[in-house]
């Protein structure tokens, strides 16, 4: 009751501010609460860098003292560059020209024939002979290589042959031959039908 009378007497004390609509008079910006997380996160960064003592901005060495020569020198280029030309010329019609100058250029060129050369005649014969030499020695070494694989080839095929193979070809040449033979015709048979490498290795 006590507040109800309360709230009587400065309604009839102030009847203006009695008939103002009850609304709340403070608002909150548009898109307060989406950037709120933002903001503080920024903020707390500032304070931080606050408490370092590191404002974030640096200034050169020697700024400050240099400061004035550096703006004199760059007046006194923007008033010479404005006074005078840029310092560069191309020539009159240097471009329209530019085409056909390196096209003369390029077309007097001068051919020389190699054959004509004493030096290159003589390296192009240099280069036969050691090459018909390189394909004579190496038909050479080929050929005494097959020879030398022929013969090894025999000489296997006479070491594989079994031991009674020709115990029964020599019964059987004896039994075939019943005719008396000299030493001296043996000795030149076998001189004329083997080699000595082959005697060598039959002994």
Known sequence: MNKMADNMEWENE???????????????????????????????????????????????????????????????IEQLTANSESGFKVPDGYFNQLQSNIVAKTKSTK??????????????SACLVLASTTGWFANKQYQETKLRNTELAKEQLLYDIDESVILEYVQETQNTKTANVSDS??????????????????L
Do not use: C
Request: aromatic share 12%; glycine share 2%.
């Open 14 to 76: 102030a009847p203006e501010l009695a008939k103002l609509e009850k609304k709340n008079p403070f608002t909150v910006p548009a898109h307060y609460f989406d950037e709120l997380s933002e903001r503080t996160q920024s903020l707390i960064f500032i304070e931080s860098l606050k408490r370092e003592g590191n404002s974030g901005f640096e200034v050169p060495a020697n700024y400050f003292e240099t400061l004035e020569e550096q703006i004199n020198s760059r007046l006194t």
């Open 185 to 202: 015709e043996m000795e030149n048979y076998i001189l004329d039908n083997f080699s000595a490498h082959e005697l060598s290795n039959s």
């Open 111 to 124: 051919t020389v024939k190699l054959w004509h050369k004493p030096l290159f005649k003589y390296a192009v």
